[in-house]
């Protein structure tokens, strides 16, 4: 069954493997992103050589931007870039076309060039310069962004890496010489220019491999949730005593000038965002926090990378070999329903019983997606008659998955986390009305939870809802606290 690369090429996994790359799915994005700053920590001199182009660009934007004059058409040109779908990572629930680098991402980069990254190249505190500044000074500028630019910006590297693997191990027929747009830079002219690869080509395009070292599952080591929620403890450690006494006597004037009410989180992310414009220092004292932990970002990135292999592919595969075996089953025994849910309890048992609940957690905390739990769904529909579709949309709001054979046998899966405060909304009205915009009385509504609290939530609701022993609603455990090590499991 054809999902991974080394399926489509014919290609042994080990092989693969000790290239170093990833072996993408080419069906769906992996949830795995670039981190520019896997590239500045690693002991390889290509990388490091790597991080310096990002550089050299991001200060050729910003002496154009203190020149002025930059219309919409240089913006285009400089700023936005495609996602290069090529490398199937990302979060795109159905195939690879992602949204690239639009117009917000270019004014915000464009806006703080002057600001964040005026001491670029010219660094007093941190080791080197970052692109990932950017997303510490503006919300809504997220690894997405970060990896989609940095993608871009050592595309021929990335090129280079795939051409050599191909050439040795891909079969001609299965290569493709193709002239790629946006590969290098010529400073003189200031235009990007096209270069010629030979690559693996399948399904009218070409697929680009990346070295798995410098890819990360949830937040760049430098990010901006991280540098918020330890705002206070690295305005407190910072050497610079006059800028410590300016951000504690801010705070203390606007969060703590009521003694008697302790103030929100939303009131801190907003005090801690106008101090970092205010005193753009605590940035760089950030990143030398990061800098200084740099091998603890390489360790951390490899086992999370490692964990998404196997869950995202080994444990797929193994799902595969079982559906294989069952194909007649899959193909006549049982409706669209029953194979949805014979799916589910496959992603159900992985998570449960198969140490696949890790894949949610960073540093020992839940990270909750939704779409975690819909890629993995996705990738495991093949070996089936089935027509799959990921959010549908008749009008009424857009359905996670609709599975169908013809127009008579339609069924609807809609996946949900416990800690969604319009989960009873949900429940009660959602799904009824996608069935009927879709014509169907098929469903499933999927509801994963990280904690007992969140369990009890569940119960609750389903219980003041009368939906108990309702079968169309199926419970995951991904809590971590409850199971057992892969070492102790027995």
């Known amino acids: 069954m054809k999902i991974y690369f080394t399926d489509w090429f014919d290609i042994d996994p080990a092989v693969l493997d000790n290239y170093g790359a990833l072996n993408i799915s080419l069906i769906n994005d992996l949830p795995l992103f670039i981190d520019p700053f896997l590239l500045f920590g690693n002991k390889k001199k290509n990388y490091c050589q790597l991080h310096g182009q990002i550089i050299k660009y991001l200060k050729y934007l910003r002496d154009r931007s203190i020149e002025g004059n930059l219309n919409e058409g240089l913006l285009d040109a ?16 159905t195939g690879n076309n992602g949204r690239g680098l639009g117009p917000k991402f270019a004014r915000n980069l464009n806006k703080n060039l002057n600001v964040v990254f005026s001491s670029f190249g010219k660094e007093q505190i941190t080791k080197g310069s970052h692109i990932e500044k950017v997303c510490l000074i503006e919300s809504g500028v997220g690894k997405d962004n970060i990896s989609d630019f940095t993608a871009n910006l050592i595309k021929k590297y990335l090129l280079e890496y795939t051409q050599k693997f191909a050439q040795k191990y891909i079969a001609d027929n299965m290569r493709r010489t193709l002239s790629i747009p946006k590969v290098s830079f010529d400073y003189k002219l200031g235009v990007w220019k096209s270069e010629c690869y030979d690559l693996p080509y399948i399904n009218g395009d070409h697929v680009l491999l990346t070295p798995k070292e410098i890819l990360s599952k949830d937040e760049n080591w ?26 504690n006597q801010y705070l203390s004037s606007v969060l703590y000038k009521d003694k008697k009410k302790e103030p929100t989180k939303q009131d801190k992310q907003k005090a801690f965002s106008s101090l970092l414009k205010k005193y753009p220092k605590l940035i760089e004292y950030y990143i030398l926090s990061k800098e200084n932990t740099h091998q603890e970002a390489t360790r951390i990135s490899k086992e999370k990378v490692v964990e998404s292999e196997e869950f995202f592919i080994r444990q797929v595969i193994k799902f595969v070999e079982k559906i294989e075996l069952e194909t007649d089953f899959y193909k006549y025994g049982i409706d669209t329903l029953a194979e949805a849910r014979a799916r589910v309890q496959f992603l159900k048992d992985t998570i449960e019983n198969n140490d696949g609940y890790r894949v949610f957690y960073n540093k020992g905390m839940p ?7 819909q890629i993995l769904y996705r990738l495991t529909w093949f070996a089936s008659p089935s027509d799959f579709n990921s959010e549908v949309n008749n009008g009424r709001g857009s359905v996670d998955f609709k599975i169908s054979r013809g127009s008579k046998d339609k069924s609807l899966v809609e996946f949900k986390l416990a800690k969604n405060t319009k989960l009873k909304q949900n429940l009660q009205k959602q799904v009824e009305i996608y069935k ?30 009368n939906l ?3 079968n169309s609603i199926i419970l995951i455990d991904a809590r971590r606290d409850n199971k057992p090590s892969a070492s102790n499991a027995k």
């Open 78 to 93: 400089w700023y936005r870039f495609p996602e290069v779908k090529q490398i199937w990572l990302g979060y795109c629930l």
């Open 222 to 247: 430098i990010n901006r949730p991280d540098l918020i929620n330890n705002f206070e403890k690295i305005a407190n450690s910072v050497p610079d005593q006059q800028l410590r006494s300016q951000v």
């Open 367 to 373: 990270i909750q997606r939704e779409s975690d739990l």
């Open 436 to 465: 009927k915009a879709n014509k169907t009385k098929k469903s499933l509504k999927v509801i994963s939870y990280f904690s007992v609290e969140e369990k009890n939530k569940v119960e609750s609701i389903l219980q003041e809802l």
């Open 468 to 470: 108990k022993n309702d």
